[in-house]
């Protein structure tokens, strides 16, 4: 029963902002990450990934109540598509969760991934979810994103990848370039 509450909140949280605020107002992201151990994790990360792509004060949530450390430890497993997808909207929420994210080193797992994984869906994911934060970045993060590793994952990136996420990469490519 759990999991098709879940997958009818994923559903309708797909739709746009007001749907996510309505789940971000009733349920909040902290139930929502809490039920991410549970056999209905998959559907609670797609709740997780339309809510905070929505919704800057759902990552701020996230962020508070140690999302990125749960997220963190649950890229080695069958989620990791999810879990790069909502790396990304965290990453582009503003630099100061961006920053988290860097701190807790789950950039740098995410880019040691997608240099590594042989599922090319993953390797998407983790494409965007480093160009968002390559072209989202401050200078001195961006420092940080190559000492971490982006610039291999990028390369690797680039080989694998559509269109869309190639022009995103050339934006990272020119914001690493301006940092000097």
């Known amino acids: 029963m759990r999991s098709d509450c879940l997958l009818a909140l994923s559903h309708l949280t797909e739709g746009g902002s007001e749907a996510a605020k309505l789940v971000l107002e009733q349920l909040g992201v902290g139930a929502i990450l809490g039920l991410v151990e549970d056999k209905s994790a998959a559907f609670a990360l797609r709740v997780l990934g339309n809510v905070c792509s929505e919704s800057v004060p759902a990552v701020d949530v996230l962020v508070k109540a ?12 069958p989620f990791q598509e999810d879990i790069c997808w909502i790396v990304s909207n965290i990453a582009i929420a503003g630099n100061k969760y961006l920053q988290e994210l860097l701190d807790s080193d789950t950039l740098k797992d995410l880019c040691s991934l997608a240099i590594s994984t042989e599922s090319q869906r993953t390797t998407q994911e983790a494409g965007w979810a ?40 050339l934006k990272a490519l020119y914001q690493i370039l301006m940092c000097g």
């Open 66 to 77: 140690n999302g990125i450390k749960k997220l963190k430890s649950l890229l080695t497993g």
């Open 130 to 169: 480093i160009a968002n934060a390559c072209t989202s970045a401050t200078f001195p993060q961006i420092k940080q994103l190559i000492e971490i590793g982006a610039l291999p994952a990028i390369v690797k990136i680039l080989k694998n990848s559509d269109a869309g996420l190639k022009l995103m990469i």
